[in-house]
């Protein structure tokens, strides 16, 4: 059965912080998400890789970076955490690009003090 | 004006009943379509892929509208296991997905 995992279901942290978050996906996918998720935003796309050490940028890169050192393997760093990065945080992945399902974690809700 | 919009609901609806949700998309180089369920506090799961001819499922009706830009869903004969909110994704051939913000879904008995 298709597994995606996140680090932490609830983290809270403080203002100026280092946060990272981390994905395991066991699916052999090529290519993995983070989205953030907020009530009246819907899901927005923070970066996406489609191979190993590449990576993209979403719609809302700014204040966070990522990386992928491992197929399976991908992690969200917030470098200095902030309040408005007080979201739910959802990992994806995909075996292919347009066509294929998208399969996501179980989120981890992230409380910025 | 939003890649991908939704009727933003909420829909309440009463068992049995039958109901439909619109997603338009902007891009028309979008290749791919689907629909997924997002429970209250839960990550979203794939309820349907849409295909170019409509497709199935069960209770579950999706169709493509590719000049017009759109996508529906159709639910037949409700039950009080439907109620979540409909995510409405599109896929570029790029590989970027976009979701809409979703539409609620509440079906009482």
């Known amino acids: 059965d298709v597994k995606v995992t996140q680090s932490s279901r609830y983290l809270v942290k403080r203002t100026g912080e280092k946060v990272f978050l981390e994905c395991v996906q066991d699916m052999d996918h090529e290519n993995m998400f983070w989205y953030r998720q907020d009530p009246g935003l819907g899901l927005r796309l923070i970066y996406f890789s489609y191979d190993v050490k590449m990576k993209e940028k979403g719609d809302i890169p700014e204040g966070y970076s990522v990386s992928r050192e491992k197929k399976e393997r991908f992690s969200l760093i917030l470098e200095s955490a902030s309040t408005n990065q007080t979201s739910m945080y959802l990992c994806?992945?995909?075996?292919?690009?347009?066509?294929?399902?998208?399969?996501f974690g179980p989120g981890t809700r992230l409380t910025v003090l | 004006r939003k890649e991908v919009e939704q009727d933003p609901g909420p829909f309440n609806v009463p068992e049995g009943a039958t109901v439909a949700f619109n997603c338009t998309y902007s891009?028309?180089?979008?290749?791919?379509f689907f629909w997924y369920r997002q429970d209250c506090r839960k990550e979203p799961k794939l309820l349907m892929s849409?295909?170019?001819s409509g497709n199935e499922d069960g209770r579950f009706t999706a169709q493509l509208n590719r000049a017009s830009q759109y996508i529906s869903l159709l639910i037949r004969d409700s039950k009080l296991s439907d109620s979540a909110t409909y995510l409405c994704?599109?896929?570029?051939?790029?590989?970027?997905?976009?979701f809409g913000d979703g539409t609620t879904l509440t079906v009482k008995p």
């Open positions: 994704v599109v896929n570029t051939n790029a590989g970027k997905s976009t």
């Open positions: 891009n028309s180089a979008s290749q791919s």
């Open positions: 994806a992945s995909r075996k292919g690009l347009a066509g294929d399902t998208q399969y």
């Open positions: 849409v295909y170019s």
